[in-house]
């Protein structure tokens, strides 16, 4: 009895998802934690370092099979450096210039780039998204929670 993979991109995105949650947790851990009513600075990225873990071993656990007939084993696939390259600079374009640009420009931007990674992107739905999601992000982290982000560039 074996365990076969039968997903793999589920296994290697499972796994990416509890490096980077146990990464977020660990790095959490620099900073008071407070309590859930009073919330410190390392709070929040720990509880969702927790999630992520968790959403990756279950998104793992769920691309394995109990295999008890079957010796064969398949290859994970090589990982897309064009995603991987596109997405990774749309995140520090984000990072680099929320700042000077603000939420606004800087989340289009990041959702654009990142957008690209996708092959059959269409620019009319990347705008669409890009857009709402900016909007969303302003109304979410500025309006409600108050953090002191600029919207625009100044």
Do not use: N
Request: charged share 10%; aromatic share 10%; with cysteine.
């Amino acid at each position: 009895m074996k365990l076969r993979l039968i997903k793999h991109r589920d296994f290697v995105a499972g796994l990416f998802f509890c490096i980077t949650g146990l990464a977020s947790a660990y790095g959490s851990t620099a900073y008071s934690l407070g309590t859930a009513m009073r919330m410190g600075p390392g709070y929040f990225p720990l509880v969702l370092g927790v999630l992520l873990t968790g959403l990756g071993l279950v998104l793992a656990a769920h691309s394995l099979k109990l295999d008890i007939s079957s010796d064969e084993s398949r290859q994970i696939e090589k990982p897309c450096l064009r995603s991987l390259s596109l997405i990774g600079a749309g995140m520090l374009l984000f990072a680099f210039s929320l700042s000077g640009a603000g939420l606004l420009l800087s989340t289009i931007g990041l959702v654009v780039i990142s957008g690209l990674a996708y092959r059959q992107f269409r620019w009319h739905e990347l705008g669409l998204l890009s857009s709402g999601l900016a909007i969303f992000a302003v109304a979410v982290f500025v309006y409600g929670l108050g953090l002191p982000f600029q919207v625009l560039p100044a």
